[in-house]
């Protein structure tokens, strides 16, 4: 087998896993009830343009679509980045609300814990590493196509 094959195999692999973190993604926002407002609808849509542009490239895999998916999956990891901020922000808010007294040393700890779980939006961070890994020195984007 040579390099080549591998380095294809090896492609497709990590493709597929990112469409699995992003399917698993996408099924944990609807268990959890993630639509309660406009803000939660965000993942979603980073799902679903993940998917489109990883398909995309599985079925395609020339320049415009190597292109096109490191460009989406870039905002899909600032997405998961920002979305761990949001959920921070407001685990902080919320023991604030019930200690408003207490230190922000006290109460960073029970942030980090709170019920907003700050590495769910980590999901999108790694299907968006895992998918931008497989583009690495990929052939068609070192063509002059």
Do not use: W
């Not at 009830?33 to 995309?56: D, N, R, S, V, W």
């Not at 907003?116 to 968006?128: D, H, I, K, R, S």
């Amino acid at each position: 087998m040579t390099a080549e094959v591998v380095n294809s195999r090896i492609r497709r692999f990590l493709l597929l896993l990112a469409i699995f973190a992003l399917l698993a993604m996408l099924t944990e926002l609807f268990l959890a009830e993630h639509t309660k407002e406009t803000l939660q609808f965000i993942p979603f849509i980073l799902c679903g343009a993940g998917l489109i542009a990883l398909t995309a490239v599985l079925l395609s895999p020339q320049k415009s679509t190597l292109i096109f998916l490191r460009v989406v999956m870039t905002l899909v990891a600032l997405g998961g980045l920002v979305g761990t901020g949001i959920h921070l922000l407001r685990n902080f808010e919320f023991e604030q609300e019930i200690r408003p007294s207490a230190a922000i040393g006290d109460i960073l700890l029970p942030a980090l814990k709170g019920a907003a779980p700050l590495l769910a939006p980590g999901t999108l961070v790694f299907a968006a590493l895992l998918a931008l890994a497989a583009t690495y020195h990929h052939p068609a984007l070192e063509s002059s196509e």
